[in-house]
């Protein structure tokens, strides 16, 4: 078996490379603190983050998607339990990402908050 090793792969096409036709990279993602003033501790894919209210925040792409036709995940820095608790990613936009974070059925900022997006490209 041969081993290939780069810094860095590029499309002949231009985008994400693929293998057996999957991208091989998230089309963006975040790490950031959501409480007090919003923190970025970095990014790749996100322009910047909207505070809209305790537990809230739109995470803005640096480009827009082409279509809402991407799975987004978002996880929290938060003892989660299956009573009502959980990071939750409940709208998707070509240009944003909505997560809204419960804890014991109270929305609740989060010093560690995890956003990642696949797909989506054109």
Same mark, same amino acid.
């Given at each position: 078996m041969s081993t290939v090793k780069a810094n860095d792969l590029t499309n002949v096409t231009g985008g994400i490379p693929t293998v057996k036709s999957q991208q091989l990279i998230p089309t963006a993602?975040?790490?950031f603190d959501g409480t007090g003033t919003i923190?970025?501790?970095?990014s790749e894919g996100f322009s910047s983050i909207t505070d809209y209210g305790t537990g809230q925040y739109r995470v803005n792409f /640096?480009?827009?998607?082409?279509?809402?036709n991407y799975a987004a995940v978002a996880s929290g820095g938060a003892e989660v339990s299956w009573n009502g608790t959980g990071t939750h990613v409940p709208l998707l936009n070509t240009s944003w990402v909505q997560i809204y974070h419960v804890e014991a059925n109270s929305a609740t900022?989060? /010093?560690n908050v995890y956003v990642i997006v696949m797909g989506g490209q054109a």
């Open positions: 993602w975040v790490n923190t970025v501790r970095y /640096t480009n827009s998607m082409p279509n809402t900022d989060l /010093t």
